[in-house]
T-cell receptor
Framework: GQNIDQPTEMTATEGAIVQINCTYQTSGFNGLFWYQQHAGEAPTFLSYNVLDGLEEKGRFSSFLSRSKGYSYLLLKELQMKDSASYLCAVADSNYQLIWGAGTKLIIKP | IAGITQAPTSQILAAGRRMTLRCTQDMRHNAMYWYRQDLGLGLRLIHYSNTAGTTGKGEVPDGYSVSRANTDDFPLTLASAVPSQTSVYFC????????????FGDGTRLSIL
């Protein structure tokens, strides 16, 4: 079966760095997406990785290892507005997205 | 502002009633999707459409139907609502290529009593 695993909840301090992990087992792989979803709102796109390595975009970076079925989202210089759920999704062999349940990130002052 | 519009924002519905959730996009995206999001679960694909005139079944299609008469509109119909269909429903669209992200509407919060 297809499976995406993420921690359910994480807590971090304002100004710090946090790493949110995602492991996956899917039928085929055509890229991995990270989305941010604030409570009561729609998911919004953060990053896309299809090749191994690190993609940096401002305070957010995303890493992919296809051989390990592993990705992480790194958030630096945390701000209170970063409190949200972070969703990992993998495009399978049919280019359909398989979604993880999301990691709720709580930022404390 | 370009984007995806969903209607209604929320709805309370009696079991057994028919309901259509509306979704319209103005980005000229080829692909459109309907998901449901339930607490503790990832987004689950109900139906999708890769281009106008075609539709496909996702992971949880039972009890739902869709149509794609044109590029912009992708309505989702619950023929006879049941309480297990209580959920938040998101419509999304993408340009269609595998590396293109999906853009989401604001969602419809549906409660079936």
């Amino acid at each position: 079966g297809q499976n995406i695993d993420q921690p359910t909840e994480m807590t971090a301090t304002e100004g710090a760095i946090v790493q949110i992990n995602c492991t996956y087992q899917t039928s085929g792989f055509n890229g991995l997406f990270w989305y941010q979803q604030h409570a009561g709102e729609a998911p919004t796109f953060l990053s896309y990785n299809v090749l191994d390595g690190l993609e940096e975009k401002g305070r957010f970076s995303s890493f992919l290892s296809r051989s390990k079925g592993y990705s992480y989202l790194l958030l630096k210089e945390l701000q209170m507005k970063d409190s949200a759920s972070y969703l990992c999704a993998v495009a399978d062999s049919n280019y359909q997205l398989i979604w993880g349940a999301g990691t709720k990130l709580i930022i404390k002052p | 502002i370009a984007g995806i519009t969903q209607a209604p924002t929320s709805q309370i519905l009696a079991a057994g009633r028919r309901m259509t959730l509306r979704c319209t996009q103005d980005m000229r995206h080829n692909a459109m999707y309907w998901y449901r999001q339930d607490l503790g679960l990832g987004l689950r694909l109900i139906h999708y459409s890769n281009t106008a005139g075609t539709t496909g079944k996702g992971e949880v299609p039972d009890g739902y139907s869709v149509s794609r008469a044109n590029t912009d509109d992708f309505p989702l119909t619950l023929a006879s609502a049941v309480p297990s269909q209580t959920s938040v429903y998101f419509c999304a669209s993408s340009a269609g290529a595998s590396n293109q992200p999906q853009h989401f509407g604001d969602g419809t919060r549906l409660s079936i009593l």
